[in-house]
């Protein structure tokens, strides 16, 4: 072999079995056509009929049954029973055992074995062989060597076949006579394949096909691979003229009526033999068989199936343009044969039909494979070109045909938009395939085929999936204009165009009628917004018998059964919006989440910053809590629809996608005026204490209760604790670990605030948190992360800490939060704002403008407040005067008292100390030991990874405390800080080195 072929039979020499009773029914030599998403096993997982060559069943190995022996014979029988450990090959020939594989091949290549092997044929004449089979295979019936009548009592190491019957007397072969015969052939072949490579192929094809109908799978692809070899050394150099492209979807329709090459079907070969065990090096082989047919590019077959996943391609513009593509080559051929005489163009009329229905099935078995147990967009683009082949040449059945496997396939991935257009489509073109052949029949009626019942209430229902308004317009217009072709007295005619009209009026009083009309709720229940329930598949779905008998009208449902997939729409109150957003660009929000942003409640945030007094220091930091929750609400959902896609296996219900996307919204429903610093506020009053998680339930209850929202007690209280992250249950604690993470804190809270207070104060962050979500997944009901994504969820909570660090508690930041604390103060027993902490009712008129309030106010109560504020606007600020990073244990709890004790003149109040603790998030712990791993190599075990072994440059402490001390009067900065060091010098602690000398000191 080549080195190319050579490294590609080692990938199938490692992934393929030796031998194999699984599959081989029928040959894969012979043509079978795959529908897509239609397995229901895992290929990666193989079966326990396949035999490992590592393992005690071995296709070489004698497992002959053993007599009935007497105590003597015991010994005698222990040891063959062990002789897997003492040499699990035997010959027969030459009463050997070898102890391996690899000594059982050198045994039988010598020129002893071989010349045995030869007279053994010589006196196998009679009707009966002996045979040795592999372990397991007891599907003949055996006699001994002697004809013995006892057949339960063979021979030690020797059994024997009987004949099926009479007149059935053909010779099996011994496997490893057959084994040694192959070898002998294909050592012969081989010899030649340079001088004589089209006899080669011929001959590795046949001792191939003998190795698969024998089962020895990976003896089978050696041989293919030889093939591929020989036709790859023999190839020419010159590459054939490629027709200047007309199109943008260009194709080389020409090829499309030539034969398959012989290294084509060799590719398609190999795909077959591999899709059993390993289905990866099965799509290799399809699609390379694909691209040697030369029709499509590699690079556009690539480029169009992008396209279509991306939704930038429609499949419809691709379908017509290969269709006039090859009618018009049709054509061009059409007038280069009108002067040869009438039998020559009958006949390449019906080699061509033969040739296209061969590609058409090549094509089709070609996409089946490749889509046949998960979605691929290659297959689509397959069965595009297949359908328009098929179309072209008048094919309809095959078309229809093709059409349906491409509808199954965009069902999947829920392009129903593209999945309406295509039926409407296939409408268009049978109407005009009609009228041609009645024009074809002199016959002057033009006839237009009426679109079944069930064919237009798909279309209805599929308009209500997507919410398209447009399409489900122009469905009930051919409704309303072909009334009279259908039974107006059907009552599922009525219930689609109530529903339809009602849902594009906006009437839904009039949907929850309809609901009452033709569902009995006693029997009937709907569990998500969507037609049915999750475990019960819809009962209207596409296709529907597309087939040649399409348009002919089927059984009508009822219309209760058709209201039961359709009346959730009356839970639609009003049509998803699409947001752009500065950080996830557009962002889909579902009408469910509608109802909760368009409230008083929610739209409140609006009205609070979301760095509070930060923005006083960063200018362009005035984002609020309003961006940053829809934000969150965006990233809760895209992070539980990803793992739904991909572990289907959690059946993550609809409603757990809408509970986690609604928490994400509500969760910070409870802060105050300027949020953080409003809630340290409330807890320096005497009798107060105030968390915003408490009070976003709260708000939330009352939210839902005043819009009459449809969610049960139930429901509420699994969105409370989805928001605060408490009460994480037993089952399904995974979905707790997405909002609100007190596992390990990693949750999309924390990867929006992160982006989106970076995008705005102009910072860049290091953390992809994107990465994250693609890269994680549910094992053992928590959500563990690539272990390559380690050092992303260091730098995670690194830009964390340098954000609290650098901005958020800024000195000047938290000199102005100080000033409002005690501008709240003053004001509180005036607007008894304290008051207002326990009642949502209340805490709603709470928000940034309570400071624009008290500063406009004329009440001499309120001056006071009013002059603090007036100094923040003259930035006439509370000043800053020291900082020392120490251990709190080591400082006394009342810092303030003892700075004033030292000081002469300075009282209490003058001092403010702030106790500021830096960490990552998780206090001094660090957060990554308690999250779990897995490998790209093992994703169904989760590990845990040493900080060691990201990297050495990982800190070993997790949080600092810093001890800060600022000074209301600017007079009194200098004593203060005097003070402040003398305190820390009867602690034996050193100042901070920056501050040695006092920036106040005149």
Known sequence: ?????????????????????????????????????????????????????????????????????????????????????????????CKKRFQNENTWNTHIGSAKHIKLVKESKKKSSSATTTVSTPKGNNNTPTKDKKKSTDTSTPTKTTATTTTTGSNNKQQKESSFTFLATQKEELQKVLKIKSSKPNLACKSLFVIAKAYSQNH??????????????????????????????????????????????????????????????????????????????????????????????????????????????????????????????????????????????AMYNMLNEVAGGLCFSKMNYQSIVLYLLSSSIAYAHQLMSQYHLAIKRIIKLLESSKQYHI????????????????????????????????????TIMTIIKYCLVIQDRIRLKDALLYLNNNRNCYDEQDETIQCITSIGQSYIDNDYNKLDDIKDEYVDDDEMEFDGPGFAPESTPPKFTIPHNFSSNLYQTPSTPSSQEYAYNLIKTSKIRKQSKIINDVVHGHMDVPDYILEFVDSEQFQRLRDLKQLGTTSFVFPCGTHTRFEHSLGVSHLAGKWIDKIKMTQPDLE??????????????????????????????????????????????????????????????????????????????????????????????????????????????????????????????????????????????????????????????????????????DAFSAADPYLNISDQLEDPHEFINLSDSLLRTIETSKVKELEKSRNIIKNIRNRNLYKFVDEIIVSSKNMPLELAQEIAKEGNGITVDDVIVQNLKLNYAFKDKDPVEHTHFYTRYDDSHKIKIKKEHASHLIPNTFQEERIRVFCRSKDKCEMVQKSFRKVLKNYSITPNPSFTVSPYKK
């Open 652 to 821: 993550i219900t609809e409603d757990e996608q809408k509970f986690v996307r609604i928490a994400g919204l509500c969760h910070d429903l409870g802060h105050g005026p300027f949020s953080h610093a409003f809630e340290s506020w409330a807890n320096t009053l005497p009798t107060k204490r105030f968390h915003h998680e408490e009070m976003s339930v709260k708000m939330l209850n009352w939210l839902i209760d005043d819009k009459g929202l449809d969610y049960s007690t139930d429901d509420v209280k699994y969105i409370s604790n989805l928001i605060s992250g408490k009460n994480r249950p037993k089952e399904r604690g995974f979905i707790y670990d997405i909002v609100a993470n007190d596992r390990n804190s990693v949750d999309v809270d924390k990867f929006d605030y992160l982006a989106r207070d970076s995008y705005y104060l102009g910072r860049s962050t290091v953390c992809d948190f994107t990465r994250l979500i693609e890269f994680s997944k549910v094992i053992d009901n928590e959500i563990c992360f690539c272990s390559k994504e380690i050092y992303n969820l260091y730098e995670l909570f690194h830009t964390r800490y340098s954000l609290h660090k650098l901005v958020y508690t800024h000195k000047v930041a938290k000199s102005i939060e100080f000033m409002i604390s």
């Open 1 to 93: 072999m080549s080195t190319t072929t050579i490294d590609q039979y080692t990938l199938f020499k490692d992934k393929l079995p030796e031998y194999s009773q699984e599959g081989f029914d029928n040959d894969y030599f012979e043509e079978k056509i795959l529908e897509p998403l239609s397995s229901n096993v895992n290929f990666l997982e193989r079966s326990s009929n396949v035999l490992s060559p590592t393992k005690h069943q071995s296709p070489i190995k004698i497992s002959s049954p053993k007599p009935k022996s007497s105590n003597n014979d015991s010994s005698d029988e222990d040891d063959d029973n062990n002789s897997n450990a003492v040499g699990a090959y035997f010959c027969q020939l």
């Open 216 to 357: 020895y799978v990976r003896d089978s692809a050696k041989c293919l691979h030889y093939i591929l070899d020989v036709l790859s050394a023999t190839a020419t150099t010159t590459p054939s003229p490629t027709p200047t492209p007309t199109s943008t979807f260009h194709i080389n329709t020409g090829n499309i009526y030539i034969n398959a090459t012989l290294s084509s079907k060799t590719n398609l070969f190999l795909a077959r033999l591999c899709r059993l065990f390993d289905q990866q090096l099965s799509d290799i082989n399809y699609i390379e068989s694909f691209y040697k047919l030369n029709i499509i590019t590699k690079e556009k077959l690539q480029s169009l199936a992008t396209s279509l996943s991306n939704n930038t391609l429609d499949p419809l513009l691709l379908l017509n343009d290969w269709i006039g593509q090859i009618t018009l080559h049709q054509q061009q051929v059409a007038a280069e044969v009108q002067d040869e005489s009438s039998n020559n163009i009958d006949e390449e009329k019906e080699k061509k039909q033969q040739q296209i229905i």
């Open 419 to 454: 999945v309406i257009d295509l039926i409407k489509n296939q409408l268009i073109l049978n109407n005009n395939n009609n009228n041609k052949n009645n024009s074809n029949s002199d016959s002057n009626d033009s006839t237009t085929t009426l679109i079944p019942t069930p």
